[in-house]
C-alpha cells in the first residue's frame, strides 16, 4: 500500500529542498510540483491549454502507477485555500491513496515573504526550475500570486487526521524533515 506524502505552501517557501532531505531519510520516491510543470511547458509552451492538460496526466498517472506498484511518496504543490478546484484536488488525492490502503499526509510551510523572495534566487532552485530563472519575472509571480490567492491555510481549516504546519522561516530543510518524522512516526 503506498503513502502519500503532500508538502505544501506558498512559491519559494522550501518545499523541494524540504521534500528532498526527507526523502533521504525515509526512501520514499518524489516528485516535486515543477517535475511535471518543466516538461509540460517544455513540449507546449508556458500556460497553453496542452501545457496544462499534460501536466496533469503527468502528475496522475504517476500517482497511479505508485499505487500499483506500491511506492510511497512525497508530492511538493502549491494550494489556493480560496480556490475550490485547488482544494479539491487535495481530497482527490487524499482519496486516491487512502482508498488503495495507503495513509495520506499533509504538510504545510510558512515563511515570511522577505524568506521567500531570497530563497527564490537559490542557485539550487534555479537549477532545478528553469520557468523561474528569470528571477525579475519569478518575484513579481509571488506577489502577484499572493496577492490573488491565500497559499496557507486559516488556523483550523485543514482537518486531515496527520497534519502538521511548520514555520520554517528560521529552519533548515534537515529539522524541518526531522519534525515531519517525527510528527507522522514515519521512521
Known amino acids: 500500500m503506498a503513502n502519500l506524502i503532500i508538502i505544501s505552501g506558498p ?11 526527507l526523502k533521504e531519510k525515509i526512501g520514499y520516491s518524489l516528485m516535486v510540483n515543477h517535475d511535471s510543470i518543466e516538461v509540460s511547458d517544455k513540449i507546449f509552451g508556458k500556460k497553453t491549454d496542452a501545457q496544462r492538460e499534460l501536466n496533469v496526466l503527468i502528475r496522475d498517472d504517476t500517482f497511479n502507477v505508485a499505487i500499483k506498484y ?8 502549491v494550494v489556493a485555500y480560496d480556490d475550490k478546484k ?14 488503495a490502503g495507503g495513509k495520506f499526509y499533509f504538510v504545510e510551510l510558512e515563511a ?11 542557485p539550487h532552485r ?15 509571480d509571488i506577489l502577484k500570486t499572493m496577492e490573488k490567492y491565500r497559499l496557507n491555510s486559516n488556523k483550523g481549516e485543514i482537518d486531515f487526521e496527520n497534519y502538521i504546519r ?16 517525527e510528527k507522522f512516526k514515519l521512521l
Open 70 to 77: 506500491d511506492k510511497n511518496i512525497i508530492f511538493t504543490c
Open 166 to 181: 511548520i514555520n520554517n522561516t528560521n529552519l533548515l530543510p534537515d529539522e524541518v524533515s526531522d519534525m515531519i518524522i
Open 86 to 99: 485547488s482544494i479539491n484536488y487535495v481530497y482527490k488525492l487524499k482519496d486516491l491513496f487512502e482508498k
Open 11 to 21: 512559491q519559494a517557501v522550501g518545499k523541494m529542498t524540504v521534500a528532498e532531505n
Open 126 to 140: 534555479l537549477e532545478a526550475k528553469p520557468s523561474k530563472r528569470d528571477i525579475e519575472w519569478a518575484e513579481k
Open 112 to 122: 515570511d515573504l522577505k524568506t521567500r523572495l531570497e530563497r527564490n534566487k537559490t
